[in-house]
Nanobody
Framework: QVQLVESGGGLVQAGGSLRLSCAASGSIFGINVMGWYRQAPGKQRELVASITLTGTTNYADSVKGRFTISRDNAKNTMYLQMNNLKPEDTAVYYC?????????????WGQGTQVTVSS
């Protein structure tokens, strides 16, 4: 079992910044991928960004150049720095942990943290 706890969401004006954190605990050994997903009302959950254990990153086109994903393996924590936020970034953001090679959207999930961007 893997437990994930997100923090750092909130309300911010367009153009502002937020930093999300995801602390992982439990059976987190092995080669893995951590990622941030988001889900807006009435929409499907979508990948925002992912990062492997060795630091290889992947971003959705909509956030490239604005968001930065990182992880501190010593602290078992992943981060998402979100800059120049737009109203369309409003969603519940979820942390995900899965073993490398496992299908996307599989693995373990955090409880989610709300990000609201006002115009």
């Amino acid at each position: 079992q893997v437990q994930l706890v997100e923090s750092g969401g909130g309300l911010v004006q367009a153009g502002g910044s937020l930093r999300l954190s995801c602390a992982a605990s439990g059976s987190i050994f092995g080669i893995n991928v951590m990622g941030w997903y988001r889900q807006a009302p009435g929409k499907q959950r979508e990948l925002v960004a992912s990062i492997t254990l060795t630091g290889t990153t992947n971003y959705a086109d909509s956030v490239k150049g604005r968001f930065t994903i990182s992880r501190d393996n010593a602290k078992n924590t992943m981060y998402l720095q979100m800059n120049n936020l737009k109203p369309e970034d409003t969603a519940v953001y979820y942390c995900n942990w899965r073993r490398l090679g496992a299908p996307p959207l599989s693995g373990y999930w955090g409880q989610g943290t709300q990000v609201t961007v006002s115009s």
